[in-house]
C-alpha cells in the first residue's frame, strides 16, 4: 500500500535552524490567512492559541478551508514550503520516508515560529494541486479563560475543493463549486467544534481522534464518528470476573513462574504442557487433531507466541520466561487487561496497517457482529490509501484487520469455543471481548506499569 503523493523535490543536506523560543504565556494569534494566487482572493482571518502545535493548525486549516486531509502538507519559515533555505517543519509521514529534512509538525508550536505582527508562515497542501497558503500574524491578543483553541472571525469566498486540479480563479471554480462567493462564519465555525473536535476530553484515544478528524468531512466520517459516540466511556470489569475471562493468558504466566516453561529442542512446547493449555485457550477448542504437538496446533502456537510479541513472555536459553511486566500482569489481572488493551492496536498511526486496525477495531466495538469489510475499506480510501495501480481499497484488504482483531479478541472468554456449533459462530465474540475492544479505544489503555490496589 502506499500514499498517493506527487512531485519529487530535492534533497538538501542541512535544516536552518530559524525558530524562536516559546513565549512564557501563551496568547491568541490574530491570524490572516490567504490562498496565495487566488483571484479574487480567498482567505480567512482566524484566533488560534499561540501554543497550538503545527499539526493542531494543521486541522484547522483543513476545516475553514474545507479540506478533506487525505494528502501531504508541510509548513516553512524563512521561505516557501520547497524553499532550501527555509525551516521545514514536516507531517509524519514526510519524517517517516526522509526524503526531505526537517522537524515533525506535531513538534513545533505556532509561536516558535510566528512572534510579532508581520511574521510569515508558509503552508502547503497536496503537492500535487500545491494548495499554499500564507499565513500572516496580524495581532497578539491576551488569552482570555473562555477563549477556544481555534475559531474565524473573517474572511471572504470559497475554497476549491480537493482534487480540482489547483483551480484559484474564480471563473474556473464556478464549474466545480456551486457559489464561488459563498462565505459562511458561523458553518465554518461548527466544523471547528465538530463531534469529532470534543472525543479526546471524552476519553477517546488520540490516534482514533485524529481518523477521525481527517474522516469527518467524507461520506463516511458521520458513521465512524457516531460510532465513537456510542461505545461510550468503558467500565471496568471486576476482578473475578477478569480472572474467569483472561484464564488462557494466566495458565501461561502461572506456568512461567520460577525456572519457566521448558522447551523442546526445536522451540516447541512439550506435549504435557500442549494438552493442558489446549484445555483453556479458546481459539484451541474447535481444532482438529490431538493437540498434543504445538507445531500441529497452530490456534495454540499463534497464541502463545502472542505473548512473546506483546512482552509478557522471553525465551532465554530453551526456556520460556517472564518478563517484568509479565510479572506484574501475573500478580494483578487488572494489569493484564490494560495491557492486553493496549496491545490490541500497536505501532505507527500513520501506518496503513495500525489505521486499518484502529477501525476494524472501532466496527467491532461498536457492531460486534456486523459486517464492516465494505466501509472500512471505503474509510481507507478516504484517508488516501490506494491500492498500487491506484484503484480504491478493495474490500478483501481490510478484511485481514477485522479477522485478525476477531481472532485476538477471541481468546478472551470463560469457555472453550464448542465444537458443535457453526464455525462462524465460535469466532463470537464474548461481552467481556466486546468491552476490551471498547476500552483499547479509550484513554484507559494506556499502561504505565503499575499495578493496580484491586
Known amino acids: 500500500m502506499s500514499v498517493v503523493s506527487g512531485g519529487v523535490f ?29 483571484r479574487p482572493p480567498i482567505w480567512r482571518r482566524l484566533e488560534l492559541r499561540s501554543d497550538l502545535t503545527l499539526a493542531a493548525v494543521h486541522q484547522v486549516l ?19 514550503t520547497f524553499d532550501m533555505g527555509a525551516e521545514w517543519f514536516l507531517c509524519e509521514y514526510d519524517v517517516e520516508e526522509g526524503e526531505d529534512e526537517g522537524t515533525p509538525d506535531a513538534d513545533v508550536t505556532l509561536d516558535e515560529t510566528l512572534v510579532g505582527p508581520g511574521d510569515v508562515l508558509h503552508y502547503v497542501y497536496d503537492y500535487g494541486d ?27 469566498r470559497a475554497a476549491p475543493p480537493d482534487d480540482c486540479g489547483g483551480l484559484r480563479d474564480a471563473e474556473d471554480l464556478a464549474q466545480v463549486v456551486d457559489d464561488p462567493a459563498a462565505f459562511d462564519v458561523a458553518e465554518l465555525n461548527q466544523r471547528l467544534v465538530s463531534p469529532a473536535g470534543g472525543l479526546t476530553e471524552w476519553g477517546v484515544r488520540p490516534d482514533l481522534v485524529h481518523l477521525l478528524n481527517q474522516l469527518q468531512r467524507t461520506p463516511v466520517g458521520d458513521d465512524f464518528i457516531a460510532r465513537t459516540l456510542a461505545i461510550g466511556a468503558p467500565e471496568q470489569p471486576d476482578v473475578p470476573t477478569l480472572r474467569a475471562n483472561l484464564r488462557a493468558y494466566q495458565w501461561f504466566l502461572d506456568r512461567a513462574v520460577g525456572d519457566g516453561i521448558t522447551l523442546t529442542a526445536a522451540g516447541y512446547l512439550k506435549p504435557a504442557d500442549v494438552e493442558a493449555a489446549s484445555e483453556v485457550v479458546p481459539v484451541v477448542g474447535d481444532w482438529i487433531g490431538k493437540r498434543n504437538r504445538e507445531d500441529l496446533t497452530i490456534p495454540l502456537l499463534e497464541f502463545r507466541q502472542s505473548l512473546q510479541q506483546i512482552g509478557l513472555l522471553r525465551k532465554y536459553k530453551g526456556k520460556l520466561l517472564l518478563t517484568k511486566l ?14 492486553l488493551a493496549d496491545r490490541l492496536v500497536d505501532g505507527n498511526e500513520d501506518t496503513f496497517t495500525t489505521q486499518a486496525r484502529l477501525l476494524a477495531l472501532l466496527c467491532l466495538a461498536s457492531e460486534p457482529e456486523g459486517r464492516h469489510d465494505k466501509r472500512l475499506a471505503e474509510a481507507l480510501t478516504y484517508l488516501g490509501w490506494r491500492q498500487r495501480d491506484g484503484r480504491p481499497v478493495s474490500v478483501d484488504q481490510p478484511r485481514w484487520a477485522i479477522r485478525e482483531a476477531t481472532h485476538a479478541l477471541a481468546n478472551v472468554a470463560s469457555e472453550q469455543r464448542d465444537r458443535g456449533i457453526p464455525r462462524i459462530d465460535r469466532r463470537a465474540l464474548t461481552p467481556l471481548a466486546v468491552l476490551m475492544a471498547r476500552t483499547a479505544l479509550s484513554t484507559q489503555a494506556t499502561f504505565d506499569g503499575t499495578p493496580s490496589s484491586g
Open 10 to 38: 530535492a534533497k538538501r543536506t542541512s535544516n536552518p535552524h530559524l525558530r524562536h523560543p516559546k513565549r512564557d504565556e501563551p496568547a491568541i494569534f490574530r491570524v490572516r490567512v490567504d490562498l496565495n494566487d487566488a
Open 130 to 156: 500545491n494548495w499554499d497558503l500564507t499565513i500572516r500574524l496580524e495581532e497578539v491578543l491576551p488569552l482570555t479563560n473562555d477563549a477556544p483553541q481555534a475559531r474565524c472571525v473573517d474572511g471572504q
Open 62 to 80: 483543513q476545516a475553514v478551508y474545507d479540506w478533506t486531509d487525505s494528502h501531504l502538507h508541510r509548513f516553512s519559515v524563512g521561505g516557501d
Open 326 to 339: 509479565g510479572k506484574a500482569a501475573k500478580a494483578d489481572p487488572v494489569v493484564l487487561w490494560r495491557h
